[in-house]
């Protein structure tokens, strides 16, 4: 896939972490800002995979919450909300990968970019007094779309069980973090488009293999933030552990340790309030 496009989907990807820094919301109908910053990320191709990339990218920063719609700390379009309960759009995505990148996947089909997108319920466990701090179970359910922007295909279905710890700032300034301890669970399709080896792709170090359903490893994910004035700086940090997965025996698995590190600033010039 053209380096442009892999910049063009890691920026949008970079701009949602971003945006996971803004300002909480207040009681007004919309709440909007506008910025711009850059971005500096580096990931395993995929999880189980020993090779990484690292990408330096300018990425924009908006956020806007409103009654149906949060783009704040990912993107949020909510179908039912009450005190407790909640039932929103969740997103993940996966990079390409260029199969001569990895030394275990060189004769390979190359990976496409795959966009996971489905609903997620949200139930609230705890919210402290000044509601700036609250615990919740969250379990989204994703399908995966996979795509060179030529062709597209759906690649299987993910569940994902999580806790997620979450501290707003208690002012405009200051620090807000987000803490998610989870699991993954994924259909065959989605495990066999990253960890299938087809016999026609066989070799003596890549026997054939066929992965089955199930559980995909437990991962703990944090993300932190700092706001001063109009200057937001960010961090994200992301670990996944592959033992036990029901894949972890493919030969395109190298490493049972999966890592996302992302660091970024963002200058505000636009903003409602």
């Known amino acids: 896939m053209p380096k442009t496009i892999i910049r063009a989907l890691i920026s949008r990807i970079l701009f949602v972490t ?7 919301a207040v009681a007004q109908d919309i709440i909007w800002e506008l910025g ?12 189980g995979s ?15 919450i409103s009654t149906k719609i949060e783009i704040d700390r990912g993107i949020r379009g909510f179908l039912f909300k009450s005190d407790t309960v909640l039932l929103d759009v969740s997103a993940d995505f996966g990079i390409p990968v260029d199969s001569d990148d990895s030394a275990v996947r060189k004769g390979m089909p190359n990976l496409d970019a795959v966009l996971q997108l489905g609903p997620s319920l949200e ?7 000044s509601g700036h701090s609250n615990i919740r179970f969250e379990l989204p359910l994703r399908a995966a779309i996979a795509s060179d922007i030529k062709n597209t295909s759906n690649e299987g279905w993910l569940l994902e069980p999580r806790l997620t710890f979450e501290k707003k700032r208690l002012h405009k300034a200051g620090l807000s973090t987000r803490l998610m301890l989870g699991l993954k669970y994924a259909t065959r399709d989605y495990n066999a488009y990253y960890y299938d080896v087809a016999p026609m792709y066989a070799t003596p170090e890549r026997p ?4 089955d359903k199930g559980y995909g490893g437990a ?5 932190a933030g700092w706001r001063e004035g109009n200057w937001v700086w960010w961090t994200l940090l992301q670990y996944q552990s592959l033992s036990g997965a029901v894949y972890e025996d493919s030969p395109l ?19 409602s309030l």
Do not use: M
Not at 257 to 270: E, H
């Open 18 to 24: 971003a945006a996971g820094c803004s300002v909480q």
């Open 36 to 47: 711009a910053g850059a971005a500096n990320f580096s990931l395993d191709l995929y999880p």
């Open 50 to 64: 020993a090779s990484k990339k690292h990408y330096l990218v300018p990425l924009p920063y908006f956020t806007l």
């Open 123 to 129: 139930v609230l466990l705890h919210r402290s007094e």
């Open 208 to 211: 054939v293999y066929a992965s």
């Open 219 to 223: 991962f703990v994910s944090l993300q």
């Open 253 to 271: 698995v190298e490493e049972k340790d999966y890592y996302l590190f992302g660091v970024g600033f963002a200058w505000i010039f636009a903003q």
